[in-house]
Structures are given as structure tokens and as C-alpha cells.
């Protein structure tokens, strides 16, 4: 209890050292980066230093504050955001802070999640993310892009957080993925930035002939711009999780399929980590994960209405908001 209430003061402070040092650096690495290619990935996953624009940290997170400011054209954020997908009743400790006043999610599933764990602030549903993200690169430069890439599969290979690496069978993703892109010309993957970094997976693809995108660093501007440009590039989207990606492209009219395998999670000093929920909160995710997946794991090129229809409940397309709606919910 004395740290929520010491909190607020210790967040300014916090915050007040970051921006004075970092302000610089910061905007000079954002737009240094801002046109570099999506190919050129061992630049766009170098660190950015943190530069706290939002005051909750993880309102800085993936660029969603950045793009939502530019679709409402406000200057400011009020709200706190979560900043992807959260299934089950797990709720981040951030949330329950006086510093958060209110709270930005996708659905009205995830909504119903945060009232019943007693959180009694204002909350808002605007849908996927990547709606609002603008793009990146002209239409004359995109189509450019498209046209030397042909028929593209794009494939997310699970990814490591915070302190906890990801761990799976390379060779199995790899091997499955080469017998779907059969038909395809161009197998890109889509790497997070902290497994280029720790150097865990680009040889592999690379020796296997994939094409290594990513769409940066977490502190980057421009990560969610340039996450909606890698997926538009897409013609079929697979993965080995369900994630945020997921919805993310089902919203953009690309068909998705998970590649069921065994995910290990361990702390960096290789020690295997529970997960960060209780148990509650992990059966509850798992519950949810489930009802998910078993609408992915049949590979197609064709979205099914149950998938649209599970995508809405829980990345909640029918809550995207207009410029006026977004604005009015930002300023609040």
C-alpha cells in the first residue's frame, strides 16, 4: 500500500530523469530508423534509448500511442493502453496504480475481464491497434515491394519478453513451414527484436532461405506501422502461438494458421520460469487460448466466419472507433 501511494511521485521523477536525458537521442534514433527497411533487421532491433512520452511505461510500448495521437490528431494521452493482447482474467499491476486513471483495451471481453477483478476505473474498447496505424511507405512503393516479393508466406515464430526466453523445436518450424510455402515465392519470418539481438534464431532462417523482417525495437515510433507493412506483404500468415498477430491479421484480410508446438519458457540464466499468472489466471488463459486456436489449426487461404467472428469477441473489430470517437476517448 505505501508503494501505490509513493508511487505517482516516484513515476514523475522517474520519468523527468528519462526525458531530460534521453529527449536527443531518442527522436534522432526514430527518425534515423524511420526509413529503413524492413529487411535490414539487425539496424532496426539495436536499442533505442527510453524516452517515457506516455507516463505509464508501457503506454510507450509498439508505437500504439503514436498512431492513435496520429489518427485523432490529439497531442496528448490521457487514458493508460494496453498494449496488446491479454487473454483470461490476468491483470498487470499498472492497472491497479492511482497513476492510471483510466484504461485503453481491444474488447469487450477483455473489458468484462478488468470489471470483474474489481478494477473501477474508466474503460474503453477501440478494437485492433493496427486499424489505426498509418503506412509507412508510399502506395507506389509498396506495390514496388509486393511485386518483387510474389506470392508471400509470412510466419511469426514464437518470441521472447521481458527477461524470459523462447525455446522451441527450430528445425520442426522450419521443416513444416517449408512444406506449406511449396506454392509460394518468398517465405519472409518476422523476428522480435530481443531474439536478433541474443542471436537465437536469424541463422537458422537465414541458412533455410527465409527472408528476415521485423518491425523494430519497442520503443520505436514506428513498430506498428511497420508491423501492419510486413503483414500487408503477406498472401497466407502461420505462427507457432496464438499472439496479438493473430487478429492482427485476420483484421487485414490475411488468412492465418498456427503451427502447434511445444513452447518452453526460461529465464535468461536458463532456468525454467512458472508463468507470471496464478493459477486462476492461467487456467483462464488457457481456457481462452484454446477457443482460439482450435479455429487456426487448419491451414487455408480462405478466413472462416467462426474466425472472423472469435477475432471480434477478443481483439473486438466491432469496437474500432472513427477520428472523433478515438479523440473524444483520448481526451477524457
Known amino acids: ?18 526525458k531530460i536525458r534521453n529527449k536527443r537521442r531518442f527522436y534522432n534514433e526514430i527518425n534515423k530508423r524511420k ?17 517515457p512520452i506516455e507516463k505509464i511505461k508501457d503506454a510507450n510500448f509498439y508505437g500504439v500511442c503514436h498512431c492513435l495521437k496520429w489518427f485523432s490528431g490529439v497531442n496528448r494521452i490521457s487514458p493508460s493502453i494496453e498494449h496488446g493482447l491479454y487473454l483470461g482474467n490476468y491483470v498487470p499491476f499498472a492497472t491497479k496504480l492511482k497513476t492510471t486513471k483510466s484504461i485503453i483495451t481491444f474488447s469487450n471481453n477483455r473489458k468484462k475481464h478488468l470489471i470483474n477483478a474489481n478494477i473501477d476505473k474508466p474503460i474503453f474498447t477501440i ?19 509486393k511485386n518483387s516479393l510474389g506470392k508471400t508466406l509470412l510466419l511469426f515464430p514464437s518470441h521472447s519478453i ?14 513444416k513451414t517449408i512444406k506449406i510455402a511449396s506454392n509460394y515465392d518468398t517465405v519472409m519470418v518476422c523476428l522480435f527484436y530481443k531474439d536478433i539481438i541474443n542471436d537465437i534464431y536469424p541463422r537458422y532462417f537465414e541458412e533455410a532461405g527465409f527472408k528476415i523482417v521485423t518491425a523494430g525495437h519497442k520503443y ?47 529465464k535468461d540464466n536458463d532456468c525454467i520460469i512458472n508463468e507470471i499468472r496464478n493459477d486462476e489466471q492461467l487456467k ?24 472472423k467472428e472469435i477475432i ?20 477524457k
Open 1 to 18: 500500500m505505501l508503494l501505490l501511494k509513493n508511487y505517482s511521485l516516484t513515476l514523475f521523477i522517474y520519468n523527468i530523469f528519462f
Open 35 to 51: 526509413n529503413t527497411s524492413i529487411f535490414n533487421y539487425k539496424e532496426l532491433s539495436q536499442p533505442v534509448p527510453f524516452y
Open 127 to 145: 478494437g485492433p491497434y493496427i486499424h489505426y496505424a498509418y503506412n509507412i511507405i508510399s502506395d507506389k512503393r509498396y506495390r514496388l515491394l
Open 162 to 175: 521481458n527477461n524470459f526466453n523462447v525455446i522451441n523445436d527450430i528445425q520442426e518450424l522450419i521443416n
Open 220 to 266: 520505436d515510433l514506428n513498430f506498428l506501422s511497420r508491423l501492419k507493412l510486413i503483414i500487408q506483404l503477406a498472401d497466407l500468415t502461420i505462427s507457432s502461438t496464438i499472439g496479438t498477430h493473430t487478429g492482427y491479421c485476420i483484421y487485414l484480410n490475411k488468412p492465418h494458421y498456427v503451427i502447434q508446438q511445444q513452447i518452453i519458457k526460461r
Open 284 to 307: 483462464t488463459f488457457q481456457e481462452e487460448e484454446k477457443v482460439i486456436l482450435n479455429e487456426f489449426i487448419v491451414c487455408s487461404e480462405v478466413i472462416t466466419e467462426n474466425q
Open 312 to 331: 471480434d469477441k477478443y481483439w473486438g473489430i466491432k469496437n474500432i472507433k472513427t477520428p472523433e470517437q478515438l479523440r473524444n476517448i483520448l481526451t
